[in-house]
């Protein structure tokens, strides 16, 4: 039997399961601390959810197959088309807007590299049924906290931001007009800063630009700031329409005290199909790993989906790309996995009824408790103890029993003190160490 798991997939041993739930709970904290509540879906969708509105790379990407019930079935790549699924289908039930939040666990079958795999679980925010950039805004600026709260600063990432309908509407004024030949250029600009310019070039004049207008297209990412768009195309009111959106938007960035993390950057156009507004994606400033976190607005998929015609907009942040980075930073916390509260030891086996009465009276208060499925020395109850990594021993002794006492020893300070059994669970709870452990 091959005991290797799949290509791409993992196993988490209890140090990675660890670092997992210290990465999803510090999502959760920020989420929650934004508002946002938790929602859930089924990791198997049918496969037109995805075929409709996610883009060709992904569909070819997809984990599908036929079901016992001869449907045809994926393995969800995204959450984006779940949740708008579910909210179609309560229609204008729930209240606006919707903040919810996820952490599931995606599926695709694509190529393995640095930062990527064929799963990795994801932290999902999605604001619905506002329309405003002040959305948007709060969104991205979720997203920049959520990055800080692992001790990472603005000299460690940036946040790229882009608008597709000012990208559409600057190329209308370059002559380039419907949606093949935008098409063409949209999918060719997603790679332009992984490939070489002259590689996109080649794209967009083989989809059916002239050569004058591929280079005029590249022109247009050339470092330009939004001022510079809006000077150059002062003529189209579209653009200026667009340009005055995001400059709302990056103020409200900057009232929160977070533009030093944001900047404006037109090749960000995000690959999935659905996009309709401001999009971004996160990147760490040493340029060492893929997009931490993506995201933007798309406001027409739950009509796509569901009829239910409300604006929406999200990010995904995977944890893959995440970890690999907290890695090259140094910033894991130096120790992740909790030990037991309380390791019980006994000096004679006689005790182990009470023992066995106490501990479950420990946990019956809250309290964490390990001891020795067999009989052993104290020695070795001890050093079982150290490997658990117990904060306190509780020996009990045949003397002290008999007075209605055990020994309650610091295994950090090794402070010994004799205490009531009554006393117990109190004076455990006073331990300030006891106390952190607790929160």
Not at 83 to 106: C, D, E, T, Y
Not at 325 to 347: A, Q, S, Y
Not at 354 to 364: D, I, K, Y
Request: hydrophobic residues 45%.
């Amino acid at each position: 039997m091959d005991l290797a798991s799949l290509p791409g997939f993992r196993d988490f041993f209890p140090e990675e399961a660890a670092r997992r739930e210290y990465i999803f709970r510090k999502w959760r904290e920020t989420a929650e601390r934004y508002g946002f509540v938790v929602y859930d879906g089924p990791p198997l969708e049918t496969t037109d959810l995805y075929r409709r509105k996610s883009g060709e790379e992904l569909q070819e990407q997809l984990y599908s197959f036929t079901d016992k019930g001869e449907r045809d079935i994926t393995l969800r790549p995204e959450m984006t088309p779940s949740l708008a699924r579910m909210v179609a289908s309560r229609g204008n039930s729930l209240p606006k807007p919707i903040k919810w939040f996820s952490i599931p666990q995606l599926f695709r079958y694509e190529r393995q590299q640095r930062g990527r795999l064929r799963e990795h679980f994801q932290f999902n925010c999605d604001i619905v049924g506002e329309a405003s950039v002040a959305a948007d805004a709060e969104l991205v600026a979720l997203l920049v906290d959520a990055l800080r709260s692992f001790g990472l600063s603005e000299k460690d990432f940036w946040v790229r931001v882009s608008d597709r309908p000012l990208l559409a509407a600057l190329l209308e004024a370059l002559g380039i007009s419907g949606p093949e030949l935008q098409k063409v250029v949209f999918q060719a600009v997603d790679k332009l800063t992984r490939e070489p310019a002259e590689k996109t070039r080649a794209k967009m004049v083989e989809g059916g630009l002239s050569a004058e207008q591929a280079g005029r297209v590249l022109a247009l990412f050339e470092g330009k700031k939004l001022t510079d768009i809006a000077a150059e195309f002062d003529a189209s009111s579209a653009v200026c329409e667009r340009v005055m959106a995001l400059q709302r938007f990056f103020g409200i960035l900057d009232a929160m005290g977070l533009g030093a993390f944001v900047e404006f950057d037109l090749r960000i156009v995000r690959g999935l199909a659905y996009y309709t507004g401001i999009v971004f994606e996160a990147f760490d400033r040493k340029g060492e790993f893929r997009a931490i976190c993506g995201g933007g607005r798309y406001d027409n998929l739950l009509k796509t989906i569901g009829g239910v015609d409300m604006p929406a907009l999200g990010f995904g942040m995977g944890d893959v790309v995440l970890g690999e980075l907290l890695t090259e930073r140094k910033l894991w916390p130096e120790k992740l996995m909790k030990g037991v509260d309380v390791f019980l030891v006994i000096v004679e086996e006689k005790l182990r009824p009470q023992m066995l009465s106490l501990a479950h009276q420990l946990r019956s208060a809250g309290l964490s408790v390990d001891y020795g499925f067999t009989e052993a020395n104290v020695g070795k109850q001890f050093k079982a103890a150290t490997t658990r990594d117990a904060r306190f021993a509780v020996v009990m002794g045949p003397d002290e029993w008999k007075r209605g006492a055990v020994k309650l020893k610091n295994l950090t300070s090794r402070e010994e003190v004799e205490v009531g059994v009554d006393a117990i669970v109190a004076r455990l709870r006073e331990k300030p160490s006891l106390q952190a452990a607790n929160v």
